[in-house]
Nanobody
Framework: QVQLVESGGGLVQPGGSLRLSCAAS????????MSWFRQTPGKERERVAS????????DYADSVKGRFTISRDNAKNAVYLQMDNLKPEDTAVYYC??????WGQGTQVTVSS
């Protein structure tokens, strides 16, 4: 019943920006902290950013700190990831995630010149 649908990925040049969206359903969204993860072939999933239930606390991986911004809109059951100054190493499939919840199909982000 829990469903997370990511969107907004695409191909961007280094230094460019992209905004990812995640639409959530099937659970009480406002009761859960949410995170964005990413995964590249041959590498474990990496937690990129997390946000508390009301959005007051945010946490970022060192690799994206200062470049990415996580936000949420509980009225819309949505979580977002604004990605600025993108680097080739940011290339990955990006997933939003509910704690202890299922994984969706993700959205592909490719950073290349």
């Amino acid at each position: 019943q829990v469903q997370l649908v990511e969107s907004g990925g695409g191909l961007v040049q280094p230094g460019g920006s992209l905004r990812l969206s995640c639409a959530a359903s099937g659970f009480t969204f406002s009761n859960y902290a949410m995170s964005w993860f990413r995964q590249t072939p041959g590498k474990e999933r990496e937690r990129v950013a997390s946000i508390s239930t009301r959005g007051g606390i945010k946490d970022y991986a060192d690799s994206v700190k200062g470049r990415f911004t996580i936000s949420r809109d509980n009225a819309k059951n949505a979580v977002y990831l604004q990605m600025d100054n993108l680097k080739p190493e940011d290339t990955a499939v990006y997933y939003c995630h509910q704690y202890m919840g299922p994984w969706g199909q993700g959205t592909q982000v490719t950073v290349s010149s």
